[in-house]
DNA sequence: TCCATAATTCTAGCAATATAGAAATATGGA
DNA sequence: TCCATATTTCTATATTGCTAGAATTATGGA
């Protein structure tokens, strides 16, 4: 993963209603859920919602599937295994046992 | 790791300027490096830096030190550790495979 | 003591973000 | 077609964040 892409994963995250949204998103699983699930959820108004997925889309953390008039998201994986290896990378260059003392679990 | 702190740490490193300076003081280590190195290395106006720096130290991800007329700064790898092991907690909570599908490096 | 150097804090301006109400768009069903 | 529902976009406001020049504080050396 490209710095620039790692900056932008961590500001999607780095804010207490997208963190929330993100972390109920994987709670989901792969069948994700709809608006209106994660207003719910979350609550939080339906536009600063929308603003939030928006952003979390935007940041590749997220994807979203029409489905009839309901809109669903659903968490994207790969990329937040990208930021993790990222992390994991950059934050031990050359001396992995700093960050990883323990066994990886 | 609580979330409000997942949170905090993810905005410290959420932007070019503090991930790079960050990403700085881990490769140089436990020995860390002093304000004017890091100026010189990063390339920001004293004053940016130092707010750059206190962000770092007030999201727990670098720690600073006296030495003399110097202020040595130096990761702080454990709260890294900590946030990574956040993320990976977080992110694949009952579904490991999810986001570590490859074997743990 | 006086000066040069290291670093921070102060100040100010500009850009970006977070929030929600109101209006707009789109879909499915009666 | 008309309406209710789902979601987004528009608009506005308040807050926060980024940047750097100038002033300040602190230390060590001559």
Redesign the pocket.
Known sequence: METKTAVRSL?GL?????LSIFRYLVVCGPGGA????I?EEIG????????????LVHAGLAE?F?E?????YRANFSAMKGLIDYLTLHCCEGHPERCRPAKAS
């Not at 709809?34 to 699930?37: T, Y």
């Not at 009839?68 to 669903?72: E, L």
């Open positions: 500001a780095a804010q207490d209603s997208r709809v608006v209106n699930e207003a939080l108004s339906g536009s600063t919602l929308s603003f939030h997925l928006k952003g979203s029409s009839g008039r309901y809109i669903r």
